[in-house]
């Protein structure tokens, strides 16, 4: 790659201190977010996966910089975010303003109505991002209105309403088109079809890809419904307690996952074609304490393949072929797992 | 458990201060020297100092708070300076009659609460429930100490039931459990409970309606359980919040006292702390004040672990 | 391009193009509330009559004769009777609602100021700075309010000012909790996120996004506040702590009336039937304004 990617993570950590509970035993962490790096293309959708408590809103949120990231760091067009001036020093480009970064990346939220402020009118909302930059009153109005054409809501019948005279549908139409608002490259949407029925969670999954081929965006897709993630993404991207644990383009994972984890989530889809009919039992044991995770490899407490190597070194995430990188001694030649000899004898 | 009342305990302490000082403090808040309520106006300069020594006034302020916490801790509240009694003493005396005052407010505020409540909470949206918000509303609404004047209006003056003054004969400052003196209490309790019975009536009737739609309550009826059971499975979901509430009610009961008492001249020590405010009686009002205060952080305090030893969602945390 | 403008599922197709902000529904629901009303009408009248006292009351409230002291109600010429002091009730009782509304709306009013401006800011802001604020305003909260409001007002002297000041202590605390309790829930709804996404800055936030939301909540506690006040100052007045005589104050009137229960009873009773009106009358009022606000959405 000679360009710069849009978008890099390095070993971004994130963990929420525990409140001494009833009896003072505080001091407990939980690792959220547990040294994931990862980069995005300008132009492609990266699908985030994975169970509730894996850590993906926990990122999104580190990506904006809602949350201060406890390590890591976050790179945009190869300038990191953080106060711009120190950043000159090392020679390399100005970093990033927080000013900056608010109008390379937005985001859509799950919750279409908590999203929106009941007391502003539609318009108001949506061009409130401009206005907070400077934008001239007139000009962001304008904005507002020409987007909400493009997120298919008349704006003559819409841009006057409030959030609780909309639907849901309608609703996250809005959001996108207040995440636009500020033309950002890259649109991270946490969950943000989750909460639809399903008739219109297609029409806003057809819209969304619509907008990014018409300005050119980038997307980071979260979600738990691995059918859309499907649906919408070019690379996916499995996460496991805060950590990454298979990373590649989507027909490789959805064709010939190498994690088990990955494996098992996809078995669990739900699907209508008889030939995918799994046999396969489901995941074993209960998804395990966050905050005292296993020694090792995380899943190996329901890992059907789990031996001694996965409890005494954790996987690193290494690439296996090109684009395609897994967290799992077994997908790693010499790694000490019986399985990971198979591979080395067949190379 | 231990650990959470030792938790609990150790939180009340800084409160418990804070509150002192504020008690100790009120009284430097009136603009002059808190002598010059009883030094006469001509008095010479080496009385007011000699006067200033003797009161312990000569000192910084927080030395004299700091003396004054640390004699009240082992029971010493001054002397009053408009009767020469400790002050101990005297709030000792008035306090019992407080007590018995407002537990017998609370009582009859509870029960007629928790009736009316569960009443309207059962026969939720129907006239009944109307009747009893609007009795609720009109009993927080109600000055009592205006409904004290007219009970005695009513009662003393124009059907001479019941005397309008005192706690004994001829406004004695001594009460008794006797049938004599039972009637001297009936008209200020009442006139007490008024607000505790309004507050406790709308919280019983919000509580009993909650629970009896939740759903298994639905659940038992469907099982067949009769409906006295259910009554006792609804007594013991409300019964916790319900006695906090009037655990709560005796302590303002207890601290607002002083309308009540001074229409009625009930010696309590509300009637005490009028008397100390109008004769500027510092020692007795620092002391009455602190007392009360105390005693609404402890019950305070007793309410919050009774509650969560009842409660078993936090117990076995 | 994709220019279809398509429903989204299940919509109003017939809906105007601006349709009625939230408080233009609450004006509406509240209109619809007969007992709120009738409240607001008696208030309404109440507080017209005192502010336009001398073209209302019949005669001087100050001015009284000692022959004509007590007499009974519907005396011709003095239709709620005369005071201790020969003076006409029905003058005092309407130059009473003066005294009697200021000190009990005025200690809301600046308690509504000081209590949300510590609350939203406490709210807002969390972590280390809510803690000290809501700690402080604990230990207030650790006194019964009538304790304090006559500890403070005895303390400071007798007089309005004092007794207002009192008042005002006293109703910060309630204040403050609740607007921090509902700051601290508008915070963390999403729509403040994403204004914190959009680059948006503290002061921004709280003006655009989280007064609007939170101030509503905190309005309707405080007029349920001013029932509670106007009792407590007529108590503090009742006490010898607020007004001093001759003035008219309906707490105040009570308490010199209370020899004349013996003699004329329904004299002496009127000043607190005054209280009893306005303070059940703020009461249903604030009742229904919270019913009216209780959007279900």
Known sequence: MSAVSLLQVRELVKRFPLKGGMFKRGGGVVHAVDGVSFVVEAGETLGIVGESGCGKSTTARLLMHLIAPDDGRVLVEGREVGPSRARNEGGSPGGLTLNELRRTMQMVFQDSFASLNPRLTIETSIAFGPRVHGTPEREASARAQDLLRKVGLDPARFAGRYPHELSGGQRQRVNIARALALEPKIVILDEAVSALDKSVEAQVLNLLLDLKADFGLTYIFISHDLNVVQYVSDRVMVMYLGKIVEIGPVGRIYADAAHPYTRALLSAMPTMDPAHRTEAPPLAGDPPNPIDPPSGCRFRTRCPFAEEVCAAREPLLTATEDGHRVACHMAHAGSGHSKAAALAAAA | MIAYLLKRLGLVIPIALAVSAVCFSLVYLAPGDPLSAIVPSDASRELIEQLKKEYGLDKPIPVQYAIWLGRAAQGDLGTSIATGRPVASEIGKAIGNTLVLAFAACLVGFTLGAVFGTIAGYFNGSWVDKAVSALSVAGVSVPHYWLGMVLVIVFSVILGWLPAMGAGEGGSGDWRWD?????????????????????????????????????????????????????????????????????????????????????????????????????????????????????????NLIVDIVQTGLDPRIRRA | MSAVTINGGGTPVDAPARTQGYWTGVGRRLRRDKVALACALVLLAIVLAAVFAPFVAPDDPTKGSILKRLMPIGTPGHLLGTDELGRDMLSRLIFGGRLSLTMGISPVFFALMLGSLLGIVAGFVGGRANTAIMRTVDVFFAFPSVLLAVAISGALGAGIANAMLALTIVFVPPLARVAESVTTQVRSLDYVEAARASGAGGWTIIRVHILGNVLGPIFVYATSLVSVSMILAAGLSFLGLGTKPPDPEWGLMLNTLRTAIYTQPWVAALPGVMIFFVSISFNLLSDGLRSAMDVQR
């Open chain 2, 179 to 299: 049938g004599e003196h039972l009637k001297y209490i009936v008209l200020p309790a009442i006139t007490l409970s008024v607000i505790p019975t309004g507050i406790i009536t709308r919280t019983v009737r919000a509580l009993v309606a909650d629970i009896l739609s939740k759903e298994f309550v639905t659940a038992l009826v469907a099982k067949g359980l009769s409906q006295g059971a259910v009554f006792f499975h609804v007594v013991k979901n409300i019964a916790p919040t319900a006695l906090a509430v009037m655990g709560v009610q005796l302590g303002y009961l207890m601290g607002g006292s002083i309308l009540v008492e001074t229409v009625f001249s009930w010696p309590g020590t509300g009637f005490l702390l009028n008397t100390a405010i109008f004769q500027r009686d510092i020692p007795l009002l620092q002391g009455t004040i602190l007392v009360l205060a105390m005693f609404f952080v402890a019950l």
